[in-house]
């Protein structure tokens, strides 16, 4: 597609339950980023894959979080028994040499 | 490792006079350097970058940003403000442009516009 497409723009949920978090990438990019927002703060790194595999995935916060990508394309972020802790914004980025492009994420509210 | 700083959380200007929002960076190698703006409920657009060519850097409405390396500095300027450049700013660093280089932000500068 044109840009990067994230779903949904806002999810509420309960504690302790799961949540999944998806991204559709610009076409042809290979390299997939999730960063989190939370309020006052900056933006936090989370994973990063290199088509299929996640090279890098020191920025998750605890075994609660895990990420998938398919066919070098998709990518759905997951978070298991979600506390309210959790709740911020979720970007998802992709990118080609030169350019990160970033989608305008999911804010997610846990209560 | 690669940080950032962003002096001032919060900056405050009259329309039609100078910005400028400071970052400082630390990195072990060369650094790629980006600035990015964020409106209410939207996602990052990117202002400018630097990718080890010209130290001066043009971007979009009219900012711009020059690297310094002897002062690890990375500030964006714009000469006059405007009512619609009120949003939250962000310096981000990276080891390299290419596809496996994760960017690191600073936490943000909000710019506020006031008449």
């Known amino acids: 597609g044109a840009g990067v497409s994230q779903s949904p723009s806002n999810k509420v949920t309960e504690k302790g339950k799961d949540v999944e978090l998806r991204c559709d990438p610009i076409?042809?990019?290979?390299?997939l980023y999730w960063y989190r927002q939370s309020l006052g703060q900056g933006l936090e790194f989370l994973i990063y894959?290199?088509?299929?595999?996640?090279?890098?995935k020191s920025g998750l916060p605890s075994d609660r979080f895990s990420a998938e990508r398919t066919g070098g394309s998709v990518s759905t972020l997951t978070i298991q028994r979600t506390q309210q802790e959790d709740s911020a914004v979720y970007l998802c980025?992709?990118?080609?040499?030169?350019?990160?492009?970033f989608g305008s994420g999911t804010r997610l509210t846990v209560v | 490792a690669q940080s950032v700083t962003q002096l001032g959380s919060h900056v405050s200007v009259s329309e039609g006079a100078l910005v400028l929002l400071r970052c400082n960076y630390s990195?072990?190698?060369?650094?790629?350097l980006f600035w990015y703006v964020q409106y209410p409920n939207q996602g990052l657009q990117l202002l400018l970058k630097?990718?080890?060519?010209?130290?001066l850097v043009k971007g979009i409405n009219g900012f711009e940003a020059e690297f310094k390396k002897s002062e690890t500095s990375f500030h964006l300027t714009k000469p006059s403000a405007h009512m619609s450049d009120a949003a939250e700013y962000f310096c981000?660093?990276?080891?390299?442009?290419?596809?496996?280089?994760?960017?690191?932000f600073g936490t943000g500068t909000r710019l506020q516009v006031t008449l």
């Open positions: 981000a660093v990276s080891e390299g442009t290419g596809t496996a280089s994760k960017l690191t």
């Open positions: 076409s042809g990019h290979t390299a």
């Open positions: 990195s072990s190698v060369p650094p790629y």
């Open positions: 980025a992709s990118s080609s040499w030169g350019g990160y492009t």
């Open positions: 630097y990718t080890s060519a010209a130290t």
């Open positions: 894959f290199q088509g299929n595999s996640a090279p890098d």
